[in-house]
């Protein structure tokens, strides 16, 4: 089965930095977009940033000029480079991708187990 581990999360102070990093694995054929959701406490999930095979990018407003997501198509893998970081962007950080497994008709979308990012002021 497809499963995507997140890893990189942690406890940082109010400026630093941190960078995520997912890795999808199992029966996959193809991995079109993946990208990044946060989810804070009482709050919905919301995207951060999404990146397409062709490297394509969209961030949420909050996040443009501050963070910067990669992927390595070899490695099946999507990174968050995250700078500048704000006590606001503590959340739970999913990884998501929208591929293609293995003996089915459709695309599907697959989520991680979430990795916790703090801020601290």
């Known amino acids: 089965q497809v499963q995507l581990v997140e890893s990189g999360g942690g406890l940082v102070q109010a400026g630093g930095s941190l960078k995520l990093s997912c890795a999808a694995s199992?029966?996959?054929?193809?991995?079109?977009?993946m990208g990044w959701y946060r989810q804070a406490p009482g709050k919905q999930r919301e995207l951060v940033a999404t990146?397409?095979?062709?490297?394509?990018?969209n961030y949420a407003t909050n996040v443009k000029g501050r963070f910067t997501i990669s992927r390595d198509n070899a490695k099946k893998s999507v990174y968050l480079q995250m700078n500048s970081l704000k006590p606001e962007d503590t959340a739970v950080y999913y990884c998501n991708a929208h591929l293609l497994p293995m003996g089915s008709l459709s695309y599907r979308d697959f989520w991680g187990q979430g990795t916790q990012v703090t801020v601290s002021s």
């Open positions: 199992g029966s996959i054929v193809s991995i079109a977009t």
């Open positions: 990146i397409t095979r062709g490297d394509s990018t």
